[in-house]
């Protein structure tokens, strides 16, 4: 019996937490560029009372055996990639990222690098690209006093007229970061993530070329979160949850009974 209430105990456990991971993503249905997360479950280790192919005379073997569960954990929630849509703003400093890579930003205080698909860029009091929350994009890329006619091209180049000449000036060529392994980055908050050593190294291309994504002025990339499809999860999960207490009311039940005619 107390195996019984260990591996529904197990059960709720895990929903539980798939139903944290869910509300996440539907809290986060509206931030530019945010992933959503998919909950990854596997199977706790087995009882064996009876080995599968054990002896049952000299001459033959038992074609099953007698194994019980005990029970699931979730193991981890992986970041789904996929594009979100993308929405158009007109304004100048936004842009979005179709396909694979991220943004370089570098973190305050000697912080490092952090990295980010959300472009909604401004710019601080020295002219530098950055985002909202100041950190400047990398490599840095400084707009001249006065500028006009910004333009981003889908291969990462920023251009610019000054106030003192009407032809457009190259000022600067974003680049994209790419991983062997996104889903071993780190998300932060912010709309930020962080290398780790199960990501790998950072591989810093220009957009459209090497398989890199391309870059969209005037666009922002939208939560790639479908909220019907996460209600439809939520409701699985939460009927998984509500189904595995019952197993715990029952084996209450049966324990009870057991007490009573002991």
């Keep these: 019996m107390d195996l019984a209430l260990t591996i529904a105990k197990s059960g709720l456990e895990a929903q539980h937490k798939s139903i944290e991971i869910i509300s996440n993503n539907l809290a986060n249905a509206s931030t530019p560029a945010y992933k959503k997360s998919r909950a990854v479950f596997e199977d706790l280790p ?4 009876k080995q599968p192919g ?7 073997n038992s074609t099953s055996g007698f194994v019980i569960g005990t029970g699931t954990k979730l193991v981890g929630n992986t970041k789904v990639y996929t594009d979100g849509s993308q929405t158009f703003t007109g304004r100048q400093l936004d842009l979005a ?11 305050p205080n000697g ?44 291969d990462g180049v920023v251009s610019a007229t000054t106030e003192n000449s009407t032809t457009s000036q190259q000022l600067g060529q974003i680049q994209l970061a790419d991983f062997i392994n996104p889903d071993g980055l780190q998300p932060i908050g912010e709309n930020l993530y962080l290398e780790t050593t199960s990501s790998g190294t950072a591989t810093l ?24 499809e996460e209600m439809v999860n939520l409701i699985e999960a939460q009927r998984s949850f509500e189904v595995t207490s019952k197993a715990v009311s029952a084996v209450d039940n049966m324990m009870q009974y057991l007490s009573r005619e002991a």
């Design 205 to 228: 291309n220009n957009p459209a070329a090497n398989g890199m994504g391309s870059i969209y002025q005037n666009f922002i990339e939208g939560s790639n979160v479908n909220v019907v």
């Design 46 to 49: 087995y009882e064996v009372i």
């Design 54 to 60: 054990s002896a049952t005379s000299q001459e033959t």
């Design 97 to 107: 990222i179709s396909g694979r890579g991220f943004l370089q930003v570098e973190l």
């Design 111 to 154: 912080g490092g690098f952090a990295y980010t698909r959300a472009g909604s860029l401004t710019t601080n009091d020295q002219g530098q690209l950055t985002l909202p929350s100041g950190y400047i994009v990398q490599p840095p890329i400084t707009l001249p006093q006065g500028y006009q006619n910004l333009t981003i091209s889908k």
